[in-house]
Each structure stands twice: as C-alpha cells, then as structure tokens.
C-alpha cells in the first residue's frame, strides 16, 4: 500500500506569496494531521481532521495559516501571505478509524520543505 | 497538558553494540501510547515502536525494545546490534487514548535524540 504521499517536496517562495501544500492519505484512513517541524520548537501539531472535518485547529499560529480536507483523499494547508518564519518542514500524517488497524498510530508523509526567502 | 522529555540530545554507539535511548513523561492519565519514531536525514518519519499503557509486557520489534515503566513514567528504546541504517534523530511520543468519535487526543513529542553510530 501507499503511504502517506505529500507534494511538493521543495518549495521555495518568496515573502508574501501564497504556498500550498498537499496531502494524501493512506487509503481508508479517517484521520488527518498536519505538522510544523522547526528547530526552535520542534514537531507542533497544526490542525487535524476526521472524516473530513476540522476537529482541532488550535494548533494554527495565525489567520495566515488555512487548512482544508474538502475530500477524504486530499488536504492542502495554505499559507497567504507567507514570511520567512514560516520556514520549516511540514508534515502530514494519517490514522486509521478506531478499531481498524494500530490505533492511535499515526504514519507520516516525507513532508514538505518550505523556505521563505 | 502531557509532555515528554528526552534527556540526552545526542548518543553514539559502535556498530553491533546495543544502545539505550531514554524518554520520561507527565500525564496525569491511565491510558494512554507510547512511541518511538525515527527520523533519518531523509527528514522521513518513521514508527519504530508502539506501547499501549495498560499492557505490562514491554514492545519488541526485531532488534528494537523498550523498558516500559509506568509507574517512574519512563519509556526508554533499547536497539541491539546496532547497524549504520539506525544512525538518525528518534524522537519519543505520547498519545492519550482514544476513546472514538471525534475526540483524539493529540501526539506529543519529545525533543529527539540524535544517534550516531560508529562503524
């Protein structure tokens, strides 16, 4: 089976421009989770989604930061407009339903490099 | 809230041997999991190991255990015969459980260990 496959890998911008970033799932999984990999603060836990719905976007760090999962295959996080401390490595994961598979066990994508210049 | 502390920023260890990476955490909780992810220069995440807080028998996976002590707080990651392939960043991680529906609990993360292994 596939993983967990986001795109792009790379992804330079400049200040102010809007990024995108994508992710799809492991097939059948109902979780969805996206991450912030930085060295200052580690691995944070953005949002998260279950079937599709936002559960916990508590994790966002402004109004700049936007995610959607408009399809149980595909989500994008979107940053608009970007700054170069949102420079880091994103990642998305994904969960099985309760009672299907390891639960509780996340799997993770190779995530996204992001560089604001 | 939980955290999770890993003590030791860096380790090193001789190809073949055995080394222990240690991971304490705080949870007020009963159940809940444990994990050990692997993160090599590829920047990929990886699930090494998983514990589930009301099984007593600790985790083994090949050549990867854990010395799961509930009661000190403690999840610490043994790898023996240690290979080239295991050099990367591990990092510990605690998960509430999930008790369905839309309520999950987070994964929280420690702040990683760097493991360097010495052919």
């Known amino acids: 089976d596939a993983g967990v496959i986001q795109s792009p890998r790379h992804e330079v911008t400049e200040m102010g421009q809007e990024v995108t970033l994508r992710c799809k799932p492991i097939s059948g999984h109902d979780y969805l989770f996206w991450y912030r990999q930085t060295m200052m603060r580690g691995l944070e836990l953005l949002i998260y989604f279950n079937n599709n719905v936002p559960i916990d976007d508590s994790g966002m760090p402004e109004d700049r930061f936007s995610a959607k999962m408009p399809n149980a295959s595909f989500s994008t996080l979107k940053i608009q407009p970007s700054e170069p401390r949102d420079s880091a490595v994103y990642f998305c994961?994904?969960?099985?339903?309760?009672?299907?598979?390891?639960?509780?066990?996340?799997?993770f994508g190779p995530g996204t490099r992001l560089t604001v210049l | 809230a939980q955290t999770v502390t890993q003590s030791q920023p860096e380790m090193s260890v001789q190809e073949a041997e055995t080394v222990t990476l240690s991971c304490t955490y705080d949870t007020s909780e009963s159940d809940y999991y444990l994990f050990w992810y692997k993160q090599p220069p590829s920047r990929q995440m990886i699930l090494v190991i998983r514990q589930e807080a009301y099984k007593q028998q600790n985790a083994t996976e090949n050549r990867f255990s854990v010395n799961f002590q509930k009661a000190a707080k403690s999840f610490s990651l043994k790898i023996s015969d240690s290979q080239l392939g295991d050099a990367a960043m591990y990092f510990c991680?605690?998960?509430?459980?999930?008790?369905?529906?839309?309520?999950?609990?987070?994964?929280?993360f420690g702040q990683g260990t760097i493991l360097t292994v010495h052919p």
């Open positions: 991680a605690y998960k509430n459980y999930n008790a369905g529906g839309t309520s999950y609990g987070k994964l929280t």
């Open positions: 994961a994904s969960s099985p339903p309760v009672g299907q598979g390891p639960t509780d066990t996340q799997y």
